[in-house]
Each structure stands twice: as structure tokens, then as C-alpha cells.
Nanobody
Framework: HVQLVESGGGSVQTGGSLTLSCQVS????????MAWFRQVTGKKREGVAS???????YYADDVRGRFTISKDNAKNMVYLQMNSPKPEDTAVYYC??????????????????RGQGTQVTVS
């Protein structure tokens, strides 16, 4: 049974920093593609960052240079370091994983497993 559990969300001031964590269980996740998505109420879920099977990171244009996705294989953890967040980064952030993508890495539906999300509020 694969399970992804996000943590680390909360309130942060503009220009501060926040690190989101995703605990992965149930699969050898270092062989999986991992990603972070976010969603604002009433809007579509959008890709924030992803790690390809070989560990290559990809970022959405509006977070590149500010956010960093990383993983710790030993701990089965995936992280999203958010530096210099802006109010427009306010959203529920979700972790996702998939052995094989069913579409673009930016498409949340391409991932087989998803967490329940953690709220991030930037003010």
C-alpha cells in the first residue's frame, strides 16, 4: 500500500522560507518520478517541481530560482524548499509519485499516487 504524507505547511512571511516534506512509504521511491503540485480553491492543480527517474529536477517558471526539490533516499523523504515565497504561492501543496508517468510531468493526473496536501499561506 503506497502512502504519501505531506507536512511542514503553515504560515510564512513574504521573503521568508519554508520547507515542505513528503514521507513516502510502500514503494522503493528512488525509482519513481516525484513531484510537488499546488492548488488554490477554484483553480486547477498546477505543477510546481518534479524529479525525473534519474533525479533531474524540473521547475515551473514562476518558482524557478526560489524553490528547490530534493529527496533523501535513506529516509524515503521528498522535500520542497521554498525560499522568498510570495503571496501568490499561497495554496495547498501536494506530493505525488509514479513509477511510470501517464502523461506530462506537469500533469497531476499523470501520477498514480498523491498525498492529502498541506496548506501554505504567504502573507
Amino acid at each position: 500500500h503506497v502512502q504519501l504524507v505531506e507536512s511542514g505547511g503553515g504560515s510564512v512571511q513574504t521573503g521568508g522560507s519554508l520547507t515542505l516534506s513528503c514521507q513516502v512509504s510502500g514503494h522503493t521511491y528512488n525509482r519513481y518520478c516525484m513531484a510537488w503540485f499546488r492548488q488554490v480553491t477554484g483553480k486547477k492543480r498546477e505543477g510546481v517541481a518534479s524529479l525525473a527517474y534519474d533525479g533531474t529536477p524540473y521547475y515551473a517558471d514562476d518558482v524557478r530560482g526560489r524553490f528547490t526539490i530534493s529527496k533523501d533516499n535513506a529516509k524515503n523523504m521528498v522535500y520542497l524548499q521554498m525560499n522568498s515565497p510570495k503571496p501568490e504561492d499561497t495554496a495547498v501543496y501536494y506530493c505525488a509519485s509514479s513509477l511510470r508517468l501517464g502523461g506530462s510531468r506537469r500533469n497531476p493526473n499523470a501520477y498514480k499516487y498523491r498525498g492529502q496536501g498541506t496548506q501554505v499561506t504567504v502573507s
